[in-house]
């Protein structure tokens, strides 16, 4: 039991007695590897799209209703990660934290509005932070993400090819990367050949940031063109001086490209804490790109 003054857990404990003990009386080395339990969460996240209105009359007139952001036809899952949640809502100033994390849209809109994190570290497992983003800056959503992708000419036109060369086209897991106030996604594109069995193949990999949206061969190639010619032009650099630009924001891909990569590969192998691990890191390397 986290919380001895949950109310419904004290009710239990007094009819029977020895079936909760405090957290306390876990091993240590378990309670370092705890999670917070996704179905729970499902629940708190779609009563807390409704019941996050305070006052009285938005909330009647549902003035500032919030949904779980779909991708495609399926609504968002929470997905677990490793972040360090902004100082004023967290008492470990500086630390990365293991949290369980889902994000939120306005009522019949796609940009992102809100998200809950739950928190899985001792001593604050258990506790929920919520989080809004201003309202006078648009953050896209998922679904904005998945529609700019689409409109692309370019990639829509590689798509329909590969489509149409007996393979078909897996579009993975969009992957978002808080950077500053913005945010960064990441989606490999998988190809299959349609009448065999054999596994896929990564081909492309897709990113996403603000305005602008790229695919190359890989992730490296990606951060390179986008953030590349960002700073360049931001900067109105000579041609000299691109070239040393581009040299910087070469060698940061390439790290942000080990990053991933293995991330990827304890992803499959089910180390969600390498994996959150290593996607603390690829954040750290993709806001040296942006600055």
């Known amino acids: 039991m986290s919380d001895p003054n949950d109310v419904i857990a004290r009710v239990y404990g007094s009819i029977f007695p020895d079936l909760f003990k405090p957290l306390s009386a876990m091993p240590q080395d378990l309670r370092e590897h705890i999670r917070y339990p996704k179905q729970l969460f499902q629940i708190q996240t779609s009563m807390y799209a409704v019941y996050h209105m305070t006052d009285p009359k938005v909330f009647y007139n549902k003035e500032d209703l919030w949904e779980i952001p779909a991708y495609g036809e399926t609504p968002m899952r929470p997905y677990y990660t490793i972040m360090k949640l902004p100082d004023e809502k967290s008492d470990n100033k500086g630390k990365e934290e293991y949290i369980l994390l889902l994000p939120f849209t306005p009522a019949k809109r796609d940009n992102l509005a809100a998200w809950l994190a739950a928190r899985c570290d001792e001593p ?48 993975g897991s ?26 896929p193949e990564l081909r492309r990999v897709i990113v996403a940031y603000e305005n602008e949206v790229v695919m190359e061969e890989n992730l490296e190639l990606g951060l390179q063109r986008l953030f590349g010619q960002r700073k360049a032009a931001v900067r109105g650099e000579q041609p000299a001086t691109q070239t040393q630009v581009e040299l910087s924001v070469g060698q940061l891909a390439k790290e942000a490209l080990r990053y991933f990569e293995r991330a990827q590969e304890l992803q499959r192998q089910g180390d969600w804490a390498g994996y959150g691990s290593e996607l603390k890191k690829l954040e750290q390397v993709l806001k040296k790109l942006v600055k």
């Open 174 to 199: 969009l992957l978002v990367i808080p950077i500053e106030s913005s945010l960064l996604y990441v989606q490999p594109l998988y190809l299959v050949a349609s009448d065999e069995g054999g596994l």
């Open 124 to 171: 604050e497992y258990g506790k929920l932070v919520a989080y809004t983003f201003p309202r006078d800056r648009l953050i896209f959503g998922p679904r904005q993400v998945a529609a700019r992708i689409d409109q692309d000419a370019y990639i829509s036109q590689q798509l329909t090819l590969w489509g149409q060369k007996g393979s078909r086209v897996i579009r």
